[in-house]
């Protein structure tokens, strides 16, 4: 007689560090409990199906992370640094710059356009 082996399905664990970014959220705006703790890839599907208030809350009014903040502005995160970008901004703070529309945003996202038309045309070459 052969013994069978049991295995046992571990959840799989992440750093808040790691959650905070594939929620797109700012880790030192998130609660405390969830700075602390680990995040199963259980309770990352129900945060993202099911988004309790604070991370509704964070999402809406921020303050976002970089990827955010670029996503928003239609610029890249070096885009945003050379700008001199560097800290989290709210939602105030990306529609602020959006109604100023600095020198640097417009040639950020001309760059940004720019980019994605060159990936886009070496895209179109290898097909």
Do not use: C
């Not at 046992?8 to 905070?20: D, E, L, N, V, Y």
């Not at 705006?29 to 991370?55: H, K, M, Y």
């Not at 600095?102 to 070496?122: F, G, K, N, S, Y």
Request: proline share 6%; hydrophobic share 35%; no cysteine.
């Amino acid at each position: 007689m052969t013994a069978r082996k049991t295995t046992q399905k571990t959840s799989q664990t992440m750093k808040p560090s790691t959650a905070a970014k594939k929620l797109d959220v700012y880790l030192p705006a998130t609660p405390a409990e969830f700075q602390e703790g680990v995040v199963s890839r259980d309770e990352l599907n129900a945060l993202q199906t099911d988004p309790p208030e604070w991370l509704r809350e964070l999402r809406r009014t921020g303050p976002h992370p970089r990827s955010v903040v670029a996503a928003r502005l239609g610029v890249s995160i070096s885009g945003l640094a050379r700008a001199g970008i560097t800290e989290a901004l709210t939602t105030d703070d990306i529609e602020a710059i959006r109604a100023e529309n600095p020198d640097w945003l417009e040639h950020e996202r001309a760059t940004q356009a720019e980019v994605r038309r060159q990936a886009a045309e070496q895209k179109q070459q290898k097909s």
